[in-house]
């Protein structure tokens, strides 16, 4: 989704080998994820040999949930399969539901474009020699 919003603004498409290349993520596997973007209508994709993918909306217009939830499935409270038998089982439930609903909030207040300025701002590595 980076390499995707770096190319936002001049509307230019970005190849699969392209972001294989730049991130050493197979091929294969880069397909499947970019797919379901596709489906979660994150990303368009064109065909043929000027082809490649795009973001449908602003890197500000995106937030992490979003991402996380076409890839992974929705964030939330059902992914506890616990069931609450007894007191201490619920104080447990209610915790890992409170946690979920706090990482929720999280991740929908970072956007793509907050990520690309952090990674803006992260120091880049130093070599000694």
Request: aromatic share 4%.
């Amino acid at each position: 989704m980076l390499e995707l919003a770096a190319n936002y603004e001049g509307g230019e498409l970005v190849r699969i080998r392209s972001i294989a290349g730049n991130h050493g993520i197979p091929s294969r596997f880069l397909v499947q994820i970019l797919l379901q973007l596709k489906n979660a209508g994150l990303v368009a994709s064109t065909r043929g040999a000027s082809g490649g993918y795009k973001l449908l909306k602003a890197p500000e217009d995106i937030n992490l949930s979003e991402v996380i939830a076409a890839i992974e499935g929705p964030l939330g409270r059902d992914q506890t399969p616990m069931t609450a038998d007894s007191a201490a089982a619920q104080a447990l439930l209610d915790i890992c539901n409170e946690v979920a609903d706090k990482q929720r909030e999280m991740l929908e207040a970072v956007t793509i474009s907050d990520l690309q300025d952090r990674v803006r701002q992260a120091p880049s590595d130093m070599y000694y020699i």
